[in-house]
């Protein structure tokens, strides 16, 4: 068998030939890789160029080569066949005289066992053809071939290796020879070995998490009086879990099973320039507490609760990040690292307080008892599910006060931007949803516990959708109701002004919950909710929020409920800028929450002047509630604006308390504004009343005062003691005509007409009436 090039010269000009092309041959190349218009083919190890003129006759423009130039001495006998002779090692030449725009056919006839790198040559060959082109691999088969002539044959294994680089492998029979037709080159694969192990140059810990039956998380104080969790560095050969398990039971004598230890994710930062990697393992059962097996180095043991961790005096900083991936916000101000959580399925982990069980059922009964929770799914639900887990920094008391929102994030202001709400204003809304089982509810603005109130009551086939623009309120939520909550919650990262089309059910929401303070209400929650299903959201009207409960009808929603409150402001896409002047030196600020600011010219003189005082007439109680008088002066009165005391100091001018407002009306350079003062004392709020009195500055103030004083009149006349107004939302754009009679505010997105009863009482219905229009 030759294997260089001198033998196979010597061989072609010695005239030696080789096994001629056959019948079946001819007849599986004519049927399976017939010529197409203008088709190349590429003939690879020609020989003396049978099968070359024979693709040539088949209607192939042919160029074929070999190493052996006495081969194509042999073979360039027939000048006028469209072949183009080219003398090339395949393996080693540059390929360049090749036809650089490919091939439709190229051949390997009893030449590719002896080649050195088949594979290399494989994926060389394959990159040059064309889209259908096709490899044909003609070769003799080593079970049919005498063991000293085995170098020219492939066996089973190595047609089944080049077979298997194409996505099309087809095998024929000719004459005891396979015939490969190949097409659709795969991808190469990756090849995995072992590299030299380098020199150790970083840390990886592993960190075991686990809490006991009453919620709190298995702490030890070391020798070097720093609390740490448990854990220690992986031994050769184990897994993270494994890690976890075994650490835990050596330093603290708590014994787990690795089928309960899950990895959450991984922290990365540095030490004295050391690169350091902590895994944090989430260990959601244990058995029992022993004594640890390898005591030494590891102290005093101790369970803590979750909100008394921020109190320790040492924490080590790779303990605190994995504290704040299980429980993100548990700690203040943890060391910054990259983190790389893990898409885990850990199970939800059980465990509670007596003293949380008591204080969620006192909790509970002070809601209903308030009237805010009157139906039994929502009661079932305040005393389900564990409102002090999704407050896991704050203690006991804090997290069930009834009427405590608790602050879970803090801007660098340290303003709040994310709360848990007051459990009553929770359950309120919660009610205002009509939910049942198996439904699916939109909620804006996450945090975890709400949507799990939800969750409970729309039940095991129910679902929640939660989104947040904010990635760590998001993150906390994840966690949380991974730690404690249903399965049912589902929080995303968004603006929740888009909503959630792509998990909106076939014929939208069932119900959609708003938990933040709006200015406007998104088309997305008029559009993905369902007709004659409700939408509850905290609204702004002139800087005056009601967490308003609106009924779809069509595009029209219509309020169906009001409740008293006040949320976080809206930080997304969405966000409004209230537009202020500054008056007086900056001592007062006139705002226009829901207008265009009005001409202000000449205001700081008018402030410089008397001021008009109006008596209402118009009393109420210490605990009396006048918040329809609000909305009915902010819906009702042309240039309606907010008068605000914004600093410490007061010149005397306006009699406002400090860092308070005032509802304000301004016209023609002049203002008037509401304020109320003590007219009867008493020991209890029943006895005691003030009245409401307008003040008025400048020339048109007198006037206005009067206007201020009338509205608060025609209020307490036909408004008092009746509720609020009805409500309708249109979309923008609706025309006046097609607008219901009413008091209409424009807001971007929506018109909001207001119908009050003074409207009608005494006069005809009132046309459609703009008393502010949007900016």
């Given at each position: 068998?030759?294997?260089?090039?001198?033998?196979?010269?010597?061989?072609?000009?010695?005239?030696?030939?080789?096994?001629?092309?056959?019948?079946?041959?001819?007849?599986?190349?004519?049927?399976?890789?017939?010529?197409?218009?203008?088709?190349?083919?590429?003939?690879?190890?020609?020989?003396?160029?049978?099968?070359?003129?024979?693709?040539?006759?088949?209607?192939?423009?042919?160029?074929?080569?070999?190493?052996?130039?006495?081969?194509?001495?042999?073979?360039?006998t027939h000048p006028e066949a469209s072949v183009r002779w080219l003398q090339l090692n395949i393996?080693?030449?540059?390929?360049?005289?090749?036809?650089?725009?490919?091939?439709?056919?190229?051949?390997?006839?009893?030449?590719?066992?002896?080649?050195?790198?088949?594979?290399?040559?494989?994926?060389?060959?394959?990159?040059?053809?064309?889209?259908?082109?096709?490899?044909?691999?003609?070769?003799?088969?080593?079970?049919?071939?005498?063991?000293?002539?085995?170098?020219?044959?492939?066996?089973?294994?190595?047609?089944?290796?080049?077979?298997?680089?194409?996505?099309?492998?087809?095998?024929?029979?000719?004459?005891?020879?396979?015939?490969?037709?190949?097409?659709?080159?795969?991808?190469?694969?990756?090849?995995?070995?072992?590299?030299?192990?380098?020199?150790?140059?970083?840390?990886?810990?592993?960190?075991?998490?686990?809490?006991?039956?009453?919620?709190?998380?298995?702490?030890?104080?070391?020798?070097?009086?720093?609390?740490?969790?448990?854990?220690?560095?992986?031994?050769?050969?184990?897994?993270?879990?494994?890690?976890?398990?075994?650490?835990?039971?050596?330093?603290?004598?708590?014994?787990?099973?690795?089928?309960?230890?899950?990895?959450?994710?991984?922290?990365?930062?540095?030490?004295?320039?050391?690169?350091?990697?902590?895994?944090?393992?989430?260990?959601?059962?244990?058995?029992?507490?022993?004594?640890?097996?390898?005591?030494?180095?590891?102290?005093?043991?101790?369970?803590?609760?979750?909100?008394?961790?921020?109190?320790?005096?040492?924490?080590?900083?790779?303990?605190?990040?994995?504290?704040?991936?299980?429980?993100?916000?548990?700690?203040?101000?943890?060391?910054?690292?990259?983190?790389?959580?893990?898409?885990?399925?850990?199970?939800?982990?059980?465990?509670?307080?007596?003293?949380?069980?008591?204080?969620?059922?006192?909790?509970?009964?002070?809601?209903?008892?308030?009237?805010?929770?009157?139906?039994?799914?929502?009661?079932?639900?305040?005393?389900?599910?564990?409102?002090?887990?999704?407050?896991?920094?704050?203690?006991?008391?804090?997290?069930?006060?009834?009427?405590?929102?608790?602050?879970t994030e803090h801007d660098e202001r340290a303003r709040a931007t994310s709360s848990v709400s007051?459990?009553?204003?929770?359950?309120?809304?919660?009610?205002?949803?009509?939910?049942?089982?198996?439904?699916?509810?939109?909620?804006?603005?996450?945090?975890?516990?709400?949507?799990?109130?939800?969750?409970?009551?729309?039940?095991?086939?129910?679902?929640?959708?939660?989104?947040?623009?904010?990635?760590?309120?998001?993150?906390?939520?994840?966690?949380?109701?991974?730690?404690?909550?249903?399965?049912?919650?589902?929080?995303?990262?968004?603006?929740?002004?888009?909503?959630?089309?792509?998990?909106?059910?076939?014929?939208?929401?069932?119900?959609?919950?708003?938990?933040?303070?709006?200015?406007?209400i998104a088309r997305a929650w008029r559009d993905q909710l369902a007709d004659g299903r409700y939408?509850?959201?905290?609204?702004?009207?002139?800087?005056?929020?009601?967490?308003?409960?609106?009924?779809?009808?069509?595009?029209?929603?219509?309020?169906?409920?009001?409740?008293?409150?006040?949320?976080?402001?809206?930080?997304?896409?969405?966000?409004?800028?209230?537009?202020?002047?500054?008056?007086?030196?900056?001592?007062?600020?006139?705002?226009?929450?829901?207008?265009?600011?009005?001409?202000?010219?000449?205001?700081?003189?008018?402030?410089?002047?008397?001021?008009?005082?109006?008596?209402?007439?118009?009393?109420?109680?210490?605990?009396?509630?006048?918040?329809?008088?609000?909305?009915?002066?902010?819906?009702?009165?042309?240039?309606?604006?907010?008068?605000?005391?914004?600093?410490?100091?007061?010149?005397?001018?306006?009699?406002?308390?400090?860092?308070?407002?005032?509802?304000?009306?301004?016209?023609?350079?002049?203002?008037?504004?509401?304020?109320?003062?003590?007219?009867?004392?008493?020991?209890?709020?029943?006895?005691?009343?003030?009245?409401?009195?307008?003040?008025?500055?400048?020339?048109?103030?007198?006037?206005?005062?009067?206007?201020?004083?009338?509205?608060?009149?025609?209020?307490?006349?036909?408004?008092?003691?009746?509720?609020?107004?009805?409500?309708?939302?249109?979309?923008?754009?609706?025309?006046?005509?097609?607008?219901?009679?009413?008091?209409?505010?424009?807001?971007?997105?929506?018109?909001?007409?207001?119908?009050?009863?003074?409207?009608?009482?005494?006069?005809?219905?009132?046309?459609?009436?703009?008393?502010?229009?949007?900016?």
């Amino acid at each position: 068998m030759f294997t260089t090039q001198d033998e196979w010269n010597r061989g072609y000009a010695e005239g030696r030939r080789y096994r001629p092309l056959n019948d079946d041959e001819r007849s599986l190349l004519a049927g399976q890789v017939p010529a197409p218009s203008a088709g190349r083919a590429l003939d690879v190890g020609c020989g003396a160029g049978e099968l070359a003129l024979h693709l040539a006759s088949m209607g192939y423009t042919v160029d074929a080569l070999d190493w052996a130039d006495s081969a194509l001495t042999a073979a360039d006998t027939h000048p006028e066949a469209s072949v183009r002779w080219l003398q090339l090692n395949i393996e080693r030449d540059n390929l360049k005289p090749l036809d650089p725009g490919g091939y439709d056919l190229i051949t390997l006839r009893m030449v590719y066992a002896f080649m050195r790198d088949r594979t290399r040559l494989t994926r060389t060959l394959g990159q040059r053809l064309r889209k259908n082109g096709a490899l044909v691999v003609i070769t003799p088969l080593a079970a049919t071939t005498p063991a000293e002539r085995r170098g020219i044959a492939l066996d089973e294994d190595e047609i089944a290796h080049l077979m298997s680089m194409w996505d099309q492998a087809q095998r024929f029979a000719a004459n005891g020879m396979a015939v490969l037709v190949l097409r659709g080159l795969k991808k190469a694969a990756v090849q995995i070995t072992h590299a030299p192990c380098p020199q150790p140059s970083s840390v990886t810990g592993v960190h075991a998490v686990v809490t006991d039956t009453d919620g709190r998380v298995l702490l030890s104080r070391s020798v070097q009086q720093v609390w740490d969790l448990p854990g220690g560095l992986a031994a050769p050969g184990e897994g993270f879990e494994q890690t976890a398990v075994r650490a835990l039971a050596e330093q603290t004598g708590v014994a787990a099973d690795p089928v309960d230890a899950h990895v959450l994710g991984l922290l990365l930062d540095a030490q004295d320039g050391v690169p350091r990697t902590s895994v944090v393992v989430r260990i959601t059962a244990h058995t029992r507490q022993g004594e640890p097996l390898k005591p030494d180095g590891f102290g005093h043991v101790d369970w803590r609760p979750l909100h008394a961790l921020r109190r320790l005096d040492r924490l080590s900083a790779t303990s605190a990040r994995a504290l704040d991936m299980v429980w993100p916000g548990v700690l203040p101000y943890v060391p910054s690292a990259h983190a790389y959580p893990v898409d885990s399925t850990c199970p939800p982990v059980s465990g509670e307080s007596p003293e949380a069980i008591e204080r969620r059922e006192q909790m509970t009964a002070r809601v209903i008892a308030g009237g805010w929770a009157p139906s039994l799914p929502v009661q079932q639900a305040l005393r389900s599910v564990p409102r002090h887990r999704y407050t896991p920094e704050s203690p006991l008391r804090t997290a069930y006060h009834s009427n405590l929102a608790v602050v879970t994030e803090h801007d660098e202001r340290a303003r709040a931007t994310s709360s848990v709400s007051a459990a009553w204003l929770q359950a309120d809304m919660v009610e205002h949803l009509h939910l049942a089982e198996g439904m699916t509810v939109f909620e804006g603005g996450s945090g975890g516990y709400n949507a799990e109130l939800i969750a409970d009551v729309v039940g095991p086939t129910g679902r929640v959708i939660s989104v947040d623009l904010a990635s760590y309120v998001v993150r906390r939520t994840r966690r949380l109701t991974a730690e404690a909550g249903s399965g049912r919650v589902t929080a995303v990262l968004g603006s929740a002004t888009a909503g959630a089309v792509e998990h909106m059910p076939r014929g939208g929401f069932d119900a959609s919950v708003i938990t933040y303070n709006c200015w406007d209400i998104a088309r997305a929650w008029r559009d993905q909710l369902a007709d004659g299903r409700y939408l509850v959201l905290p609204l702004e009207v002139h800087d005056y929020t009601r967490a308003i409960t609106f009924q779809k009808h069509g595009q029209v929603l219509r309020a169906v409920g009001f409740t008293f409150c006040g949320f976080i402001r809206d930080r997304g896409p969405a966000a409004r800028a209230v537009p202020a002047v500054d008056l007086a030196d900056g001592e007062l600020q006139l705002r226009f929450p829901d207008g265009i600011p009005a001409n202000t010219a000449g205001l700081d003189d008018a402030l410089a002047g008397p001021r008009h005082e109006v008596a209402t007439g118009v009393t109420v109680a210490g605990n009396e509630s006048f918040e329809t008088l609000q909305l009915f002066l902010a819906t009702t009165l042309p240039g309606f604006c907010r008068l605000a005391r914004n600093r410490d100091r007061d010149s005397g001018i306006t009699a406002l308390p400090k860092r308070s407002d005032a509802a304000a009306i301004t016209a023609d350079g002049s203002l008037a504004y509401l304020t109320h003062a003590l007219v009867q004392d008493g020991p209890t709020p029943e006895q005691r009343r003030s009245e409401f009195l307008a003040h008025g500055f400048g020339p048109a103030g007198p006037a206005l005062a009067e206007q201020l004083a009338a509205a608060v009149g025609r209020w307490d006349l036909y408004e008092r003691g009746h509720g609020y107004p009805e409500l309708e939302v249109h979309p923008a754009g609706t025309s006046d005509a097609d607008l219901p009679a009413g008091h209409v505010l424009d807001k971007t997105h929506s018109r909001l007409v207001w119908t009050w009863r003074s409207d009608t009482a005494d006069a005809a219905a009132v046309r459609p009436e703009k008393v502010s229009t949007h900016d």
